[in-house]
């Protein structure tokens, strides 16, 4: 019973050692071959488990997210170069033995997927410069979201519909993008209203002031600021300027929104009337009364 179980060891082994390919004048076994998705799938476990430590470290020391993200990348593209050699390196294989098919791979890789790898180069430009985060309020052409995730292909932007959308890294940095948060989160917002002739101009500006420090969103510093803007066709117009610290348009939205909603219940506890448009029509001639029977 052991001479068979050792003669079956002895089989698997030589199944095993059996020279499936050379290359360089270096055999490669069956067993080379199949211990290859082992080496693969430890390597990638272990770059998972390492990529997940070294955030939750970071994370734990409320290290910016841009950052982590970045670190998270190089310590991932390092991992897999180091898979890369080590199964290499186990089968005997030198690395100088692909370097007349590497080439050529690139060259053909090159010309058939140049906007992969100009999307592939710009997220990495994007993770290395930061001129757009994590958290950022972009305006792209006629889309407006919030930044969830930059990867080395695509950006993911949440709109501000609720809709997830993917945005090729090069169109980032090849086209305009408005970024809201770049360097702070203060956005200024305007209020226009008009109100009708006789009204007292010096009261109005004292209440649409009024209405806008009384909103916690108003920043004291700078200070807003009402101007009498003109006399319009049908209304005289004030304006009124004031700076919220706010991460997305909704907050811009609501802020305007509260303003109005307080601006109209001083207007109505004064009398103040909001001016609509008024035609005068003139008649040539005279009218006359048609009493109908």
Known sequence: ??????????????????????????????????????????????????TQFISNRLTTKKTDPNVIHLIQRIVYVLSITIII????????????????????????????????????????????????????????????????????????????????????????????????????????????VGVAYGSPAKKVAELIMQATVEQQEALKDPKPLVTFDDFGDNALMFQVTFWISSQAESGLRVAKSNVRFRLEELFEQHDIVVAYPQRDIHLDGSLTLVKSE
């Open 1 to 50: 019973m052991t001479i068979d179980f050792n003669m079956a060891i002895e089989k698997v082994k030589g199944i095993l050692s059996y020279s499936v390919i050379t290359v360089s004048e270096q055999p490669i076994s069956l067993g080379d071959i199949l211990f290859i998705p082992l080496l693969i799938f430890i390597g990638l476990l272990l770059t998972k488990w390492l």
């Open 85 to 192: 050699i080590s199964i290499l390196d186990f089968m005997n294989v030198p690395i100088a033995a692909f370097a007349f098919l590497s080439g050529a791979i690139a060259i053909g890789f090159g010309f058939g997927a140049q906007n992969i790898i100009n999307n592939f180069i710009s997220g990495w430009i994007l993770m290395w410069e930061r001129p757009i985060r994590i958290g950022d309020f972009l305006e792209v052409e006629d889309t407006k979201g919030l930044v969830e995730e930059i990867n080395t292909r695509s950006t993911r932007i949440k709109r501000v519909d609720g809709v997830h959308l993917l945005i090729p890294n090069s169109k980032l940095l090849e086209n305009t993008v408005i970024n809201w948060t770049l360097v702070d989160q203060f956005v200024r917002c305007s209020i226009t």
